[in-house]
């Protein structure tokens, strides 16, 4: 199992970014998948799953309406489009294989809001 996450950087609040995890090693499209994130000090935390078709998002409410999950299963590459970004949101994100956050995970992208 392998999945890279990319995207992260410096934003704004207010600002956007776009999250990209590659995944490789297994069938991505019989695997739901899910962002995780971990800010300074803190524990893991469920941001959104998507299950294996892409037919059924869920999200905490720390973001919802802000955040969008999507997939392209011929590219085995899960998404995060996240907008209205907050400080709050600053973390590492990492993508997740399975509904589990604890499940194979990436190496994380930094996601720092800040003006």
């Known amino acids: 199992v392998q999945l890279v996450e990319s995207g992260g950087g410096l934003a704004q609040p207010g600002g956007s970014l776009r999250l990209s995890c590659a995944a490789s090693?297994?069938?991505?499209?019989?695997?739901?998948m899910t962002w995780a994130r971990q800010a300074p000090g803190k524990g893991l935390e469920w941001v959104s799953h998507i299950d294996s078709g892409g037919s059924a998002t869920y999200y905490a409410n720390s973001v919802q309406g802000r955040f969008t999950i999507s997939r392209d299963n011929a590219k085995n590459t899960v998404y995060l489009q996240m907008n209205s970004l907050k400080p709050e949101d600053t973390a590492l994100y990492y993508c997740?294989?399975?509904?589990?956050?604890?499940?194979?995970r990436g190496q994380g992208t930094q996601v720092t809001v800040s003006s």
């Open positions: 090693g297994f069938t991505f499209s019989s695997y739901a």
């Open positions: 997740v294989r399975g509904w589990n956050i604890l499940g194979s």
